[in-house]
T-cell receptor, first 114, second 115 residues
Framework: GAVVSQHPSWVICKSGTSVKIECRSLDFQATTMFWYRQFPKQSLMLMATSNEGSKATYEQGVEKDKFLINHASLTLSTLTVTSAHPEDSSFYIC??????????FGSGTRLTVV | GENVEQHPSTLSVQEGDSAVIKCTYSDSASNYFPWYKQELGKRPQLIIDIRSNVGEKKDQRIAVTLNKTAKHFSLHITETQPEDSAVYFCAASQGYGGSQGNLIFGKGTKLSVKP
């Protein structure tokens, strides 16, 4: 079945630094990728949607200059959290679709900003 | 935009009993309704989904029903087992018919199955 690889699985960074998270579709071409954030004991909140080669569409309240999304190819999307602060600590997870297929989720990245 | 409400937030049942989780959605354009099971710190796993042209779907112990008129859908788990314990999320999207299909999630239900 479809597989999405997400790295790193966890990262600890200092406040003010940037962190890059990668999602790769291993056996299919992801025409659309989605990025979600999940705080402890809460639901998944959609941050942005990206199509290969296009600028991402951000949800209301998500700062596009802080959460940089790049979807440069049909198999790779990256999320960069710039100038991270403790309040950005969360579980970040991507999902990918090929056309109208069901979403395939990555394994998530636990970000802790100290 | 779409808004998905999910109830209950926690559910505790005895092993072997049935569990029912209910969701409502607001956008009549939504046409795809998946259910996910998420264990702590792991990715959501799709357990069953239903499209708006179907009223009910069943897969072994799991079933989903959809009432388009009332804009609600429900997950039914029969003969629950301790390994069913997890957080369950419903979601709604315009996943078919040309839309990108953003998933809008409910707040989740923590299901505990007691042996």
């Amino acid at each position: 079945g479809a597989v999405v690889s997400q790295h790193p699985s966890w990262v600890i960074c200092k406040s003010g630094t940037s962190v890059k998270i990668e999602c790769r579709s291993l056996d299919f071409q992801a025409t659309t990728m989605f990025w979600y954030r999940q705080f402890p004991k809460q639901s998944l909140m959609l941050m942005a949607t990206s199509n290969e080669g296009s600028k991402a569409t951000y949800e209301q309240g998500v700062e596009k200059d802080k959460f940089l999304i790049n979807h440069a190819s049909l198999t790779l999307s990256t999320l960069t959290v710039t100038s991270a602060h403790p309040e950005d600590s969360s579980f970040y997870i991507c999902s990918a679709r090929a056309g109208q297929s069901p979403h395939t989720f990555g394994s998530g990245t636990r970000l802790t900003v100290v | 935009g779409e808004n998905v409400e999910q109830h209950p937030s926690t559910l505790s049942v005895q092993e072997g009993d049935s569990a029912v989780i209910k969701c409502t959605y607001s956008d009549s354009a939504s046409n795809y309704f998946p259910w996910y099971k998420q264990e702590l710190g792991k990715r959501p796993q799709l357990i069953i989904d239903i499209r708006s042209n179907v009223g009910e779907k069943k897969d072994q112990r799991i079933a989903v029903t959809l009432n388009k008129t009332a804009k609600h859908f429900s997950l039914h788990i029969t003969e629950t087992q301790p390994e069913d314990s997890a957080v369950y999320f419903c979601a709604a999207s315009q996943g078919y018919g040309g839309s990108q299909g953003n998933l809008i999630f409910g707040k989740g239900t923590k299901l505990s199955v007691k042996p």
